[in-house]
């Protein structure tokens, strides 16, 4: 599911809570799931998963999802269901293996965008753009039909006729259906004007590889880089693996080089929603490194971090190569992408949403999903993997905020027992103990997994490197020897 450019940058503070769209579905869904648990035939079941996946009910949808299988292991009408409700859930192993035995002639619309997801996740563009032609002929009905179809366009770099598609999603959109409609209006805001006046050039082109130096800031101790925008500056920039596929600036820095904007849009991060201007950069330069046509958003980003930096750079801008952050010199590299192993050990990993990276690891000796996150200070958990894993623990709940993107609306932060956390081979033992609800109310509704945990620069910081291959989906680890 393509979603809307979503900030992870997180920096704690104090902050009253954020809040969820309404969506009216989630008082519908129980009796769905009451009368399907009752009857258990594939059509109550059926529609149950139906309710569910609207109400963003993932767990409900999990539990239905495990006794469709089991008592209709082998009906096509309910495949396409089950593996939404399970890669929703966080199973995406389970989910992929069930993709796989989908027809490859379904005509059945969720089949169709479950594939497109589990494919693009992998970095198979051209199989999900089959899928998506096949959608596209089955004359897509609704507007999270066209979300599917936009995102494949967008990841082959076919723009035109893409503002019509995005207005048409929008006249679509009914928050009535539920998720992930309740999102559609800040998915699209602004968007097909965004495109209508950049053009068809392809976006984010990177025409000069090589290395950089990637100091940790002043204040945030995050990784930085100091970069030139259209011939000015430098600036100081994050570096930000959870930042998108966008270039963001202060709306000073983009006054004062002369950029303007062509459209607003909606941006989330952990402090809430705000609204930005939208626009393209010419040229970013970070030392030899060089990116032409950079998408853009402009607000007022410097009061939101305290004035640490002037932007933040997504990884995402380097979607189409290879990237190493090197820890141990200081140093980023950006190179093409290659099927020659890098340092480390090799992570299995997934590439959603904006170019947000998830992977696997354990929790408590639990199966989970975990989002890296260069510009997160902590690492945090969801609160309710949190609650299932310590359901007799007392917690502290603080309101409060902190530096970090959005308009002042902040997390609430839940402080209890830390948890045995394995990510990469390495096991820490009663690591953390810090809850994050966006991680629940925001973060995994916005990308379609649930994502229980959040790694951040505690965890980066103990890395010689860290690698991603984006174009091949692919991951290294390679860690600093311990004691």
């Not at 030392?287 to 410097?302: D, N, S, Y």
């Not at 009663?430 to 994050?436: A, F, I, K, M, Q």
Request: proline letters at 6%; hydrophobic letters at 45%.
């Amino acid at each position: 599911m393509w979603m809307i450019p979503c900030m992870v940058t997180v920096n704690m503070f104090l902050s009253p809570p954020s809040q969820e769209p309404e969506n009216p579905w989630k008082d519908k869904a129980p009796a769905a799931v009451a009368a399907a648990e009752r009857i258990g035939s594939a059509a109550a079941l059926g529609k149950a998963l139906d309710a569910t996946w609207r109400a963003d009910d993932w767990q409900a949808a999990l539990r239905l999802a495990r006794q469709a299988l089991e008592a209709h292991p082998g009906e096509p009408k309910l495949r396409g269901a089950i593996v939404r409700a399970l890669w929703r859930a966080g199973q995406l192993e389970e989910a992929e293996r069930l993709a796989a035995e989908i027809p490859p002639d379904t005509r059945d619309r969720v089949a169709l965008t479950s594939l497109i997801t589990i494919h693009l996740s992998r970095g198979r563009v051209e199989q999900a753009a089959d899928a998506a032609k096949r959608l596209e002929a089955c004359k897509p009905a609704t507007a999270a039909d066209l979300y599917h179809v936009i995102g494949v366009r967008l990841a082959q770099d076919r723009l035109d006729g893409i503002a019509k598609l995005l207005r048409r999603a929008h006249r679509l959109t009914d928050a009535q259906n539920g998720y992930p409609e309740i999102y559609g209006e800040e998915l699209l805001e602004g968007l097909a004007d965004f495109f209508d006046a950049v053009g068809t050039e392809p976006l984010n082109q990177i025409t000069n590889f090589g290395s950089a130096a990637m100091p940790l800031m002043p204040l945030v101790n995050l990784p930085g880089c100091m970069a030139t925008i259209n011939g000015h500056g430098p600036y100081r920039m994050i570096f930000d693996t959870g930042g998108s596929i966008t270039l963001s600036l202060d709306q000073q820095v983009a006054d004062e080089i002369g950029i303007k904007s062509v459209a607003q849009a909606s941006i989330r991060g952990v402090s809430g929603k705000d609204i930005s201007g939208q626009a393209v950069v010419e040229e970013l330069r970070i030392g030899p490194i060089t990116c032409k046509h950079v998408m853009t958003r402009t607000f007022g980003l410097r009061d939101q971090i305290f004035n640490a930096a002037d932007g933040i750079i997504g990884t995402g801008i380097f979607a189409e190569a290879r990237l190493t952050l090197d820890f141990e010199h200081a140093r980023m590299v950006v190179a093409p992408s290659s099927a020659k192993p890098a340092d480390g050990t090799a992570v299995d990993i997934r590439i959603i949403g904006d170019a947000k990276l998830i992977m696997p690891v354990t929790l408590h000796g639990e199966h989970a999903i975990a989002l890296l996150d260069s510009g997160a200070s902590l690492v945090a958990y969801s609160p309710s993997r949190l609650k299932r894993l310590f359901p007799d623990q007392p917690v502290t709940k603080l309101q409060g905020v902190g530096m970090g993107i959005g308009g002042g609306q902040g997390p609430t932060i839940r402080i209890g027992k830390g948890v045995d956390l394995v990510f990469a081979d390495r096991k820490y033992e009663n690591y953390s103990g810090l809850g994050l609800d966006v991680l629940d109310t925001l973060l995994s509704p916005i990308l379609g997994v649930q994502t229980d945990a959040l790694i951040g620069m505690p965890v980066f910081r103990e890395m010689r490197s860290w690698t991603v291959d984006f174009p091949r989906c692919k991951m290294w680890v390679d860690w600093l020897e311990t004691e």
